[in-house]
């Protein structure tokens, strides 16, 4: 049996923080820290080693987007830590900033959305593994942008929808359960979506993932 997830949360809220902390333990997974401000949560991801950072953007000391910052800086410090982050505000630039060049093991909720016990667990194990949870109203903002002709103009309609499933980072159970198709179905979806996006099968199935997901928010 594998070792609960280990995380570290971030809020200066303590009503929220506490929420949260409750929400994560209730379901088998060990809350290590604690932060009420950005250098605090950097200091506690470096100390504790978790495996997912959860953090509101909007925190102390500059009560401004250090939250954001901090997440960005723990990304590049420690790569292999999974980082969620949490916000009021639908903003292209805090998505785009924390994605950065790679999709994998990160996560922007809308914090409305962290009521919801099983859309916050499901984004902490799908970061957790490697994969993107991204809130599907983001998903649908950074779509709707004006952009370059790429590959991805290629996508049919419902090889869009799975993509944008696949961002959220729902599995092919997921997707297929979502779309009340076969799984079958989704598999072959998703094999076309890495040839038109030129993603060789020689590639590894989850790395073939994230890089879809990163060009489908990037262009």
Not at 44 to 71: K, S
Not at 87 to 108: M, T
């Amino acid at each position: 049996m594998e070792p609960p997830l280990r995380l570290v949360v971030a809020e200066d809220q303590a009503l929220v923080r506490e929420g949260i902390v409750r929400m994560l333990e209730s379901a088998g997974l060990t809350v290590v820290g604690v932060a009420v401000d950005a250098v605090d949560l950097v200091r506690q991801a470096q100390d504790h080693e978790p495996d997912v950072v959860i953090t509101d953007i909007r925190m102390p000391p500059g009560g401004a987007d250090d939250g954001l910052r901090a997440a960005v800086e723990i990304r590049r410090r420690f790569p292999d830590m999974g980082v969620i982050v949490l916000s009021q505000f639908l903003e292209d630039r805090f998505v785009l900033d924390l994605v950065g060049e790679r999709a994998d093991g990160v996560g922007y909720l809308l914090k409305e959305r962290v009521a919801d016990r099983t859309t916050l667990l499901e984004a902490v194990r799908s970061v957790a593994a490697g994969q993107s949870a991204l809130d599907r109203d983001v998903i649908a903002r950074l779509v709707g942008r004006r952009r370059a002709a790429s590959p991805l103009d290629d996508l049919t309609p419902r090889e869009r929808r799975v993509l944008a499933l696949m961002a959220e980072g729902r599995s092919n159970t997921a997707i297929a359960e979502a779309l009340a198709v076969t799984v079958p179905t989704v598999e072959r979806h998703v094999s076309g979506i890495f040839t038109k996006l030129g993603l060789l099968p020689s590639e590894a199935e989850n790395h073939r993932r994230v890089v879809a997901v990163l060009r489908y928010l990037r262009h």
